[in-house]
């Protein structure tokens, strides 16, 4: 019998790490393959679906990290008591770690966005040796918005950390200023040879692109999530389209040769 891909699954709540007043992670018991980037629809009968990037991945386990916005994240803040979670995907294009295999590779993220790259630092942290080089460069608005905290402090032992807060006086290791600030003074050995991946805010995201191709950074070799009006997960409802592309199918990676055209 074909699978049901509007039938969600109950995913057993493992762990909920609060990170700020309004973001916390769900750590959840799953089994499958799953990849950085890609995203889970949490379900809340009588209230919805919200779309979720996932922002940890280990054996058994899955972490999604959710802000409390909506009508779902609101009744999912307040009533998580019961343990169990409702899901759907893991759906759409996430980051192949081969694409990144052999080079330097830079990861630009701005607070949420650090959620779908995580999963992708983590792997490289722990596997120096499949990388020539990793920068993350990481900005939050405030100290008090920084999300995985102690990930930070445990990544700075193993790769080129620039965490930034846009104002305020963070952590011993942590800069003022925006993250576009950064670009110019990053060490790369060949620019054109090397890998990008941005994910946050559009004007972040815009700036950052350009002072990456400023610094000699080919678009083919950077990556962007295009996280947009994603709703059904699998390309039936329309409200994620962009000419002929469903952000939720094709995306939410793309490939900045490709990302660029996805213009509202």
């Not at 809340?44 to 058994?60: L, R, W, Y």
Request: charged share 20%; hydrophobic share 40%; glycine share 10%.
């Amino acid at each position: 019998m074909p699978r049901n891909e509007y039938q969600p699954f109950l995913a057993t709540v493992k762990e909920v790490i609060r990170h700020t007043d309004i973001e916390y992670t769900f750590r959840l018991a799953y089994e499958g393959p799953v990849k950085p980037g890609q995203f889970f629809e949490v379900s809340i009968p009588k209230f919805g679906e919200a779309p979720i990037s996932v922002s940890g991945i280990e054996p058994g386990l899955i972490d999604l990290t959710i802000r409390r916005v909506g009508r779902v994240t609101n009744e999912l803040f307040e009533h998580y008591a019961d343990r169990k979670l409702f899901l759907r995907g893991p759906y759409g294009n996430g980051f192949n770690v081969d694409d990144y295999r052999g080079r330097e590779l830079v990861v630009i993220a701005g607070g949420t966005g650090v959620s779908p790259v995580r999963g992708l630092v983590e792997h490289f942290a722990n596997h120096p040796e499949e990388v020539r080089g990793l920068t993350l460069v990481a900005g939050f608005k405030s100290p008090q918005d920084i999300l995985f905290y102690n990930d930070f402090s445990r990544w700075a032992t193993k790769i080129n950390l620039i965490l930034t807060v846009d104002a305020g006086e963070g952590p011993a290791h942590c800069q003022v200023g925006l993250v576009t600030e950064h670009i110019p003074q990053l060490k790369i050995q060949d620019a054109s040879n090397a890998a990008a991946i941005v994910v946050g805010p559009p004007v972040m995201m815009r700036f950052a692109i350009q002072g990456l191709l400023a610094a000699g950074f080919a678009e083919h070799n950077i990556w962007i999530s295009q996280e947009r009006k994603m709703c059904c997960g699998i390309g039936k409802c329309g409200h994620c389209r962009i000419n002929d592309v469903y952000v939720c199918l094709n995306g939410p990676v793309f490939n900045y040769t490709q990302g660029k055209t996805l213009v509202d």
